[in-house]
């Protein structure tokens, strides 16, 4: 029986696969042998079957096991608990990614995942090492995409918190050990290059020189072979898909001291370089250990976020109640939560009455009271009394979730200084290889002793780290910061846009106003009792998220069954209730129906006017009123401190929004506008070279939001997962918006620091070192500080 040329199993009966090597058509057992053979083949690598001193693993049986594990991902009731469906066929998911060592990592692996037919985003916080996938179910499976991941030497699996813990633990520990392995023979292969060189100059017996070179070689070989090996891993990662990654030349560097060195100890001649290639290793795995460290603490904001959310939960059932994983909680569960006690997901109050601290999701201390029939979030606190929660959301649909995906989304997304900087670093890595070639062949040519280690300083000090960390650091850090104080940042480009800014745009109700209006007054017109005509209006408003709508639904006392609803943007509803034909919304909008003019004494009020009206007549007029938000009138004061103007835009009456704006000192008011008409604006200030922020509701005027160079949406909960404005102000705090025109400026200012230092180290290293003023392990120290300088000039904003 024929055996497999790969694997050397034998050849089942009938198999046909094979594989051609060095000419000769060898037999394998299975598709994975024969995949893994023409894969080393394609790479040139046939020597492998040459110098091989056992048989390979069978692949096929290590692939089927991956295959079924992977596959278990795309079961639905897996996919429940972390993966979010948005249209149909459009899924996305949080992932882990183990094996990420360098912003280099995260490049390779976005656009090796974004080169596979079906995958819509995909984008890394390398901050956490998490991962956004977007992707289309009828055209890819999820486990393809872990399996894509898992063929280019990186690990994927779905986001889990405990288990994010646990890997930054074993990364934590992984670098210390090694760390530790590179101290150690750092410390002792200096020492007796110290005695070398001493003796080189004071004199010493050639015997006692070869000895000490040997023992130098015999430390170095565990700091090469163990510690070195996140290098040399990566670097090989890269070039077999063809990428220069920034450990290319980092490898070069040690790897070619070594085997110099190895050669020059056998031989007994020329110089041995064990020192630089120990301290370099020491150097590099101190910097990435404490870039590390601040990388994990800028991350926090989203690690907290997610460690909010309890591990059990007492879940309700008649008169038993039982403690279960909180995991384990459906649509429909009842959970009791007893003061003290952290909400376990999203759900409606159907018993009780407490306070509930929601600081850690809006940055506002102060508890809030809520009664039955109130949406409590998943990972607030119950402060006073117990209550009874009825869960309406679980996993990825929840509020807590989306914040998470949202602050995820705009620590990955990078804005257009990021991109140019990206950009520059993968050029920056063929770039040095190419200098060094020149460095090397100059030096040959005019001092062959020194130009090994000239070169080797050039390939160490010129490592692109500080440039491709500048921004990912910044970014992450502000956003982190601002996340506390209750402003989440959705999108990359939001702090850039918003740095820049001239002019502030708000939207009346629900925004400067706090957008509870209250029904105050009720003007019959045709006689019918207030509570008849409140119901009416409610019925015809029913299903509408507008402040307006649900200040009526809240008056009305009875549910009429209505019909036939349409919703007219920034003017009202139509509808039918029991058989005949109502609009409820601006005057004007309802006297259009039928003709009638309205009381000239109520249009002239500074409170709110809603008409109901049918196809006869204008039958009432609701007078609402709302209160300004506090301390309102300092933050437009503060924004005017910062240079910018600001607007008010807002489709109420008139006398109403110029009443508002005298008590906020906004000079610049417009009345009666419609979304079109808001938009035309904007547009209009934007032609005026102006960089606008629209501040709204997040839920209305979502076409004038998106026209914004940056928008804010206020964050009511039940908002959060639609908002699809840049930033959502989740603490409805309007004093946080200056505080984030105060971030972005300053964060642009240190990624402007961060690029500048990162180009202008390199600029004068280059050139010192290219002149043969810098020792390799000077180089490493100089290469190490620089992105050193970079994480901890971006953490500053984390004290701001």
Same mark, same amino acid.
């Given at each position: ?19 051609? *090597? ?89 656009r090796h995942v974004m080169a596979l037919p079906g995958v819509i985003e995909f984008h890394i916080n390398y ?21 894509? *991941? ?7 699996? =779905? ?40 003796? %080189? ?47 290319? =030349? ?8 070594f085997l110099a060195s190895i050669w020059a100890t056998v031989n007994d001649t020329g110089a041995v370089y ?83 601290? %929601? ?28 209550? @009874? ?49 020149a460095v090397a062949i100059y030096w040959w040519q005019h001092s062959p002793e020194n130009a090994f280690w ?14 491709? @960390? ?61 509570? @008849? ?32 609803? %349409? ?164 603490? %409805? ?33 280059? =050139? ?12 490493? *120290? ?19």
């Amino acid at each position: 029986m024929t055996n497999c040329f790969h694997c050397d199993l034998p050849v089942p009966p009938g198999a046909t696969y094979k594989v051609l *090597i060095e000419d000769i058509e060898r037999p394998m057992c299975c598709p994975g042998c024969q995949a893994v053979a023409q894969a080393i083949v394609d790479n040139g690598l046939t020597n492998f079957y040459q110098f091989r001193t056992e048989k390979s693993k069978n692949t096929q049986l290590s692939m089927n096991g991956v295959l079924e594990t992977l596959s278990l991902y795309d079961k639905p009731e897996l996919q429940k608990d972390f993966v979010k469906i948005e249209s149909g066929k459009h899924h996305q998911a949080s992932l882990i990614l183990e094996g990420i060592v360098c912003a280099a990592c995260v490049w390779l692996n976005e656009r090796h995942v974004m080169a596979l037919p079906g995958v819509i985003e995909f984008h890394i916080n390398y901050s956490t090492r998490r991962a956004t996938v977007k992707w289309n179910d009828s055209k890819i499976k999820l486990s393809d995409i872990l399996k894509a *991941i898992t063929d280019i030497g990186y690990i994927a699996h =779905p986001f889990d918190p405990g288990r994010q813990e646990k890997i930054q633990k074993k990364e934590r520990s992984k670098a210390l050990r090694m760390l530790a392995v590179a101290g150690l023979g750092a410390m002792q292969v200096m020492m007796l290059a110290v005695a070398m060189y001493a003796g %080189e100059s004071q004199g010493m017996d050639a015997n006692i020189q070869r000895f000490m070179r040997w023992v130098s070689l015999v430390i170095s070989v565990p700091v090469v072979f163990y510690s070195s090996t996140v290098f040399f891993t990566s670097a090989w990662r890269d070039l077999k898909f063809r990428k220069l990654g920034m450990d290319v =030349p980092v490898s070069l560097a040690i790897g070619a001291a070594f085997l110099a060195s190895i050669w020059a100890t056998v031989n007994d001649t020329g110089a041995v370089y064990f020192d630089s290639v120990t301290m370099f290793t020491f150097f590099l795995l101190s910097g990435r250990y404490l870039e590390m460290m601040a990388r994990h603490r800028a991350g926090m904001a989203a690690e907290e976020l997610v460690r909010l959310l309890p591990v059990t939960a007492t879940r309700v059932s008649g008169e038993s109640e039982t403690v279960v994983s909180a995991s384990e909680l459906k649509v429909g569960d009842v959970v009791r939560i007893k003061p003290g006690e952290t909400v376990p997901a999203d759900g409606i109050i159907i018993e009780g009455r407490s306070s509930v601290d %929601e600081s850690l999701l809006t940055g506002e201390s102060i508890p809030v009271n809520h009664v039955v029939g109130s949406n409590l979030v998943g990972g607030s606190v119950n402060v006073e009394s117990p209550i @009874l929660l009825r869960i309406d959301k679980v996993g990825e649909d929840t509020v807590l979730s989306s914040i998470v995906r949202l602050l995820d989304r705009a620590q990955t997304e990078k804005p257009e200084l990021a991109q140019v900087a990206d950009r520059v670093a993968a050029w920056f890595v063929g770039a040095i290889l190419i200098i060094a070639t020149a460095v090397a062949i100059y030096w040959w040519q005019h001092s062959p002793e020194n130009a090994f280690w000239i070169t080797l300083s050039v390939l160490v000090v010129t490592c692109p780290c500080a440039l491709s @960390l500048a921004t990912p650091a910044a970014l992450v850090a502000a956003t982190g910061q601002l996340t506390r104080k209750g402003l989440l940042i959705t999108r990359g480009h939001a702090l850039e846009s918003l740095a820049k800014a001239t002019h502030v745009i708000f939207d009346k109700t629900g925004t400067l106003t706090y957008g509870r209006l209250e029904c105050k007054q009720v003007v019959s017109l045709n006689g019918d009792p207030d509570s @008849l005509l409140l119901n009416i209006a409610a019925a015809v408003e029913r299903g509408s998220e507008h402040p307006i709508a649900r200040a009526i639904i809240e008056a009305a006392t009875e549910n009429k069954n209505v019909s036939d609803s %349409e919703a007219i943007t920034g003017r009202g509803v139509e509808a039918t209730v029991e058989g005949r034909r109502y609009r409820v919304g601006k005057p004007d909008f309802v006297t259009e129906f039928n003709g009638k003019q309205l009381p000239h004494d109520y249009m002239q009020q500074q409170k709110t006017v809603i008409a109901l009206g049918d196809e006869d007549n204008v039958i009432a007029l609701f007078i609402l009123n709302d209160v300004v938000r506090e301390n309102a009138s300092d933050v437009i004061a503060a924004i005017h401190h910062l240079g910018l103007s600001v607007s008010l835009l807002s489709g109420d009456q008139q006398a109403v929004v110029d009443a508002v704006a005298r008590q906020l000192g906004i000079k610049h008011a417009y009345a009666s506008m419609l979304p079109d008409q808001k938009l035309q604006h904007i547009q209009s200030l934007q032609k005026q070279g102006e960089v606008v922020v629209m501040v709204g509701d997040g839920v209305n005027d979502a076409p004038v939001l998106a026209a914004a160079q940056v928008s804010i949406a206020m964050g009511e909960g039940s908002q959060i997962a639609h908002a699809s404005a840049d930033m959502v102000l989740l603490s %409805e705090q309007l004093s946080h918006i200056t505080d984030g025109i105060k971030m972005s400026r300053r964060t642009l200012s240190v990624i402007k620091q961060n690029l500048s230092w990162a180009l202008a180290y390199n600029l004068v290293a280059l =050139p010192l070192a290219a002149m043969g003023l810098v020792a390799p392990w000077m180089a490493a *120290i100089g290469m190490s500080v620089s992105s050193l300088v970079v994480v901890i000039n971006a953490l500053r904003l984390t004290h701001e």
